[in-house]
């Protein structure tokens, strides 16, 4: 499990992949923590998670707040189906773009 954090101007992406677990708290959180402002953009790259629990929901969530609320521009891109269903069994795609 790893996560890669880049910045393109305003857009910050975070790839992550193999499980996105409790395990990946703390380097998911500094992933979006320990940027210089200015970033408008969140791109959350899970063409290569394998699994998430309901802890990765809840760093979803917390991320959101972190970022602006309902005004946050989050993007989950790439998720594969299993993944795919647990965002929206647990409507995550009335709070986050799922593309």
């Known amino acids: 499990m790893t ?3 880049t910045r393109l101007h305003d857009t910050l ?6 499980e996105f677990n409790f395990n990946m708290r703390t380097e998911f959180r500094n992933g979006y923590e320990k940027q210089p402002p200015g970033i408008k953009k969140y791109i959350l790259d ?3 998670v394998t699994w998430m629990d309901s802890s ?3 760093m979803l969530m917390l991320l ?3 970022v602006g609320g309902n005004s946050a521009d989050i993007t989950i891109a790439g998720a ?3 993944v795919l269903s ?3 069994v647990t ?3 009335k709070v986050f773009k799922i593309v």
């Open 13 to 18: 992406t975070i790839a992550i992949s193999g």
């Open 91 to 93: 409507q995550f795609h």
């Open 46 to 48: 899970f063409s290569a």
């Open 86 to 88: 647990i965002l929206k």
């Open 64 to 66: 959101r707040e972190a």
């Open 80 to 82: 594969k189906s299993g």
């Open 56 to 58: 990765a929901l809840g």
């Open 3 to 5: 996560i890669k954090v």
